[in-house]
């Protein structure tokens, strides 16, 4: 996609990656408008950032999607770039019981909420000489981790679900890019400074340079293996990626 002179539309962009990008985004002197449920987080990121835009939308609900992408296109006619990026990351334990309401709101959230979304902007993003629709999976859609298994899978299920919108979308003037970012330090599950993780600025400068070039999947340079990873000798290395986290855990909560 193109970095400069766009109108982006980014939800989950109070907090982490996503605030992180929508700065970066707001630097480079694009129209940017981030979404999410707490007006106090959207009142905080918008007075850091002069000029910045905030919607409220809750990703779990239709009603709220629709209603948002009303608000957007009338608001905000030159909008060209959707970047679905709201998720969260529980861990869970699928050796026994799975809490029923909690895998309900996750797939709601990781996987149903971007594809709504788009469903209710991608005809807007047509009329668009060039616009392009972005989704933030996870090195995970690749390699999945045991201890968050449903997030795994959600973000397995949004990687498929991109390969084959990007394929019914090309012959419009609609790109679709997945960010998959390997364990950055943010407080998706508890920002630590644990030197496993990708500093987020590295990690949004990566990105960046990634995003310009068009290509399909922006992947950093520390999660290529892991991306080349699946097919039928994919267990040794899912394996011995588990084991480590078993052995020396991701560190939850403060």
């Not at 609900?61 to 629709?66: A, T, V």
């Not at 869970?92 to 209710?120: E, F, K, M």
């Amino acid at each position: 996609m193109k970095l400069t002179g766009n109108t982006i539309f980014i939800t989950g962009g109070t907090s982490g990656i996503g605030r992180g990008l929508a700065e970066a985004f707001h630097r480079l002197g694009n129209k940017v408008i981030i979404s999410g449920r707490r007006t106090a987080l959207l009142a905080e990121v918008t007075a850091a950032n002069p000029g910045m835009s905030a919607i409220m939308l809750d990703v779990n609900s239709l009603d709220s999607i629709q209603s948002a992408a009303r608000e957007l296109i009338e608001k905000h006619p030159d909008l060209n770039v959707v970047f679905n990026n709201a998720g969260f990351m529980p861990f869970d334990d699928v050796s026994g019981p799975v809490d029923d309401a909690v895998a309900q709101t996750l797939i709601t959230t990781n996987l149903l909420g971007p594809i709504r979304v788009t469903a209710a902007l991608i005809e807007h993003l047509k009329t668009k000489p060039a616009a392009t629709v972005l989704y933030t999976s996870s090195v995970l859609a690749f390699v999945p981790i045991a201890s968050n298994a449903i997030y795994s899978a959600t973000k397995a299920a949004l990687h498929s679900f991109a390969l084959s919108q990007r394929f019914q979308l090309r012959n419009t003037t609609v790109r679709v890019q997945e960010i998959a970012p390997p364990w950055v330090d943010t407080d998706l599950i508890y920002k630590s400074g644990d030197p496993r993780a990708m500093p987020l600025p590295a990690f949004i400068e990566q990105t960046l340079a990634a995003l310009a070039t068009d290509d399909p999947e922006v992947i950093v340079d520390a999660i290529k293996p892991m991306r080349d990873n699946p097919g039928a000798n994919e267990h040794a290395l899912f394996d011995a990626f588990n084991q480590s986290l078993v052995e020396n855990p991701i560190p939850v909560g403060a």
